[in-house]
């Protein structure tokens, strides 16, 4: 059996931007400038006594092995026995801490699972007996810092508010993956709070994590809320990583990280004990390097009843009708180049393609949509932080927004909390203006928005692009995208299903096509995809080059 070289002890180091102190009546935390070892961070938030032998952490050459190697690969290297877990624990810490932290430091990853070692042995145990709980045994998955898992890790939505939500419980996605015999290594950087509390927000940002970066050019945007978990599976800090997405929190990141990414239907995956922003849209969803990966993560979350990777069928495609949605462009002329390519190999794959040029929403829809978002999170977020098992300082909405006040200078040192403050005036979810809203933008999504376009254009699958061309970070201006190319809020408010897939390119600045379709149809769009991606092959190893300069562009014939 091939194994990885002799391995020799490393520290994870965790690293923090700047000096910042979080006071409360429970806790007083320093974050230090200087790299913190992982092993004096958790001692220092209570979570761990000592680092014993069976989980220090092992260095190898950062990328060796595992750089290329897909969820699938992985998976089928732990079955053949030519890599056991803790050895891939090992090699993607050494990543972490080579890449993370370090080098360009990404800042993708919050935490790492003090246990992983230990776990990592205990399914080489499993599997060596003969008696592994899954395929997903023994493979590292990365979860995004608003997803709790019941490991010694906080919680904490990327704020320093709730730097000791340390619940002790698993969200059932989680559950279902640790029945599952995967190992989950650690939390990843995010939008804070889940890129729902300012209209100037930067998208990757986190009092806790810093700003995430995009591995492939890094000064381009990470986008977000899934910051972290897209940008470490590009760069290969674990087989795989979850996402949530309320309105665009997958499919945004995955895209400009070169990686695939689903947003599954709404209900397929359950949210509770995930910091919520609005019920009748969050999910979580996987993100990963193929289409493969994503379906056998999804079985993974879902205690594999659906049966998502054996289903998959790359004919399926063939005489199939795929509406292409031109209305979703934006006028940028290399993505449209890039668009333009992607249907086309669509239509050599035995797609008919059916032009979809025109399409509006109904009037009022983004009014509405406000309604809806600030009313579920006034009561959703209260719910949480009020409910909490953790010792937090905050359990409502109205004490969160008065702790950022307080410690303005870490919470909003790049941008406000307007969307916060906005929200304590939202209607009750009893409330007419609440009941109509809702109703107006599912019916705007739903049967006048992709059930019409399916049914009216008589097709099974929608296709556009899944963004603009991710722009520069800045962090003066806010966010500054360019027009927005893409009708994924339809698959996000309506609640169906959204697969992003790399098609391409610009400059090194990863772009990729949407599949999106009706309710419940996530394995036809994984099936969609799968065809794609094998055609293509159009995914990035990033670069981790600084910034797109002239001579990295080219004429576009």
Same mark, same amino acid.
């Given at each position: ?90 090699? &993607? ?18 935490? @790492? ?29 990365? /979860? ?19 730097? =000791? *939500? ?94 695939? =990414?689903?947003?599954?239907?709404? =209900? ?18 996987? @993100? ?33 009708? @795929? %509406? ?23 239509? %050599?794959? %035995?797609?008919?393609?059916?032009? @979809? ?7 009022? &829809? ?13 009561? &959703? ?9 953790? *010792?937090?300082?905050?359990?409502? /909405?109205?004490? /969160? ?55 009216? &254009? ?19 201006? %806010? ?18 299903? *959204? /697969? ?58």
């Amino acid at each position: 059996m091939h194994r990885l070289p002799a391995l020799a002890f490393t520290t994870i180091m965790v690293m923090f931007a700047e000096p910042r102190q979080v006071t409360s009546s429970m806790q007083t935390i320093v974050f230090l400038s200087k790299a913190l070892p992982l092993t004096s961070l958790l001692m220092l938030l209570g979570l761990m006594s000592s680092c014993s032998n069976d989980q220090q952490i092992s260095e190898v050459e950062p990328g060796f092995g595992v750089v290329e190697m897909t969820l699938a690969d992985v998976v089928a290297a732990l079955e053949a026995d030519e890599i056991s877990s803790t050895e891939l624990v090992a090699a &993607y810490l050494a990543r972490v801490d080579a890449m993370d932290r370090q080098g360009p430091a990404l800042q993708a990853l919050i935490a @790492i699972n003090p246990d992983a070692m230990t776990l990592a042995a205990a399914s080489d145990a499993r599997r060596a007996e003969g008696n592994p709980k899954s395929r997903l045994d023994g493979v590292p998955v990365l /979860l995004k810092d608003n997803i709790e898992s019941m490991d010694a890790m906080a919680t904490t939505a990327g704020s320093t508010a709730l730097i =000791g *939500n340390v619940t002790g419980r698993d969200s059932p996605l989680v559950a279902s993956l640790r029945a599952s015999g995967a190992i989950i290594l650690g939390k990843t950087n995010l939008s804070q709070w889940a890129n729902y509390r300012s209209t100037n927000s930067v998208s990757g940002w986190s009092s806790v994590g810093g700003l995430v970066k995009n591995p492939h050019v890094l000064d381009r945007q990470a986008c977000g809320s899934s910051s972290g978990s897209a940008s470490a599976t590009a760069a290969s800090f674990a087989a795989a990583s979850v996402g949530t997405e309320t309105n665009g929190s997958i499919i945004c990141p995955a895209q400009v990280n070169g990686v695939v =990414g689903l947003k599954p239907t709404h =209900g397929l995956l359950s949210i509770k004990h995930i910091v919520p922003i609005a019920a009748t849209q969050d999910t979580a969803g996987p @993100i990963t390097k193929s289409v493969a990966g994503a379906a056998l993560l999804l079985d993974g979350m879902t205690d594999g009843k659906y049966r998502f990777f054996d289903g998959l069928d790359a004919t399926a495609i063939a005489g199939m009708r @795929i %509406g292409v949605m031109n209305f979703s462009l934006n006028g940028n002329p290399r993505l449209t180049a890039a668009f333009n390519d992607a249907v086309a190999t669509l239509e %050599g794959l %035995g797609a008919e393609l059916v032009a @979809i040029d025109e399409f509006e929403r109904d009037e009022g &829809y983004w009014a509405s949509s406000g309604i809806v978002m600030d009313a579920e999170f006034k009561t &959703y977020i209260t719910d949480y932080l009020a409910n909490s098992p953790a *010792n937090i300082p905050v359990r409502s /909405l109205a004490e /969160l927004v008065e702790f950022n006040q307080e410690h303005a200078a870490v919470e909003q040192a790049i941008f406000d909390q307007d969307i916060f403050v906005s929200a304590l005036d939202a209607p009750a979810l009893d409330s007419e203006a609440y009941q109509t809203a809702l109703a107006s933008v599912k019916a705007a999504t739903r049967e006048n928005g992709i059930d019409f376009l399916l049914r009216h &254009y008589e097709v099974d699958v929608l296709v556009g692009p899944s963004g603009p061309v991710s722009p520069r970070v800045d962090v003066v201006n %806010g966010d500054v995208w360019p027009a927005w190319a893409g009708a994924g809020s339809l698959a996000a408010v309506s609640g169906y299903p *959204n /697969l992003t897939v790399p098609m391409g390119d610009i400059a090194g600045v990863p772009v990729g096509i949407s599949f999106m379709s009706g309710s419940g149809k996530d394995q036809l769009l994984l099936s969609v995809g799968l065809a794609f991606e094998q055609t293509t092959n159009a995914r990035l190893t990033p670069a981790y080059k600084p910034s797109v300069v002239v001579n990295d562009m080219a004429f576009l014939e």
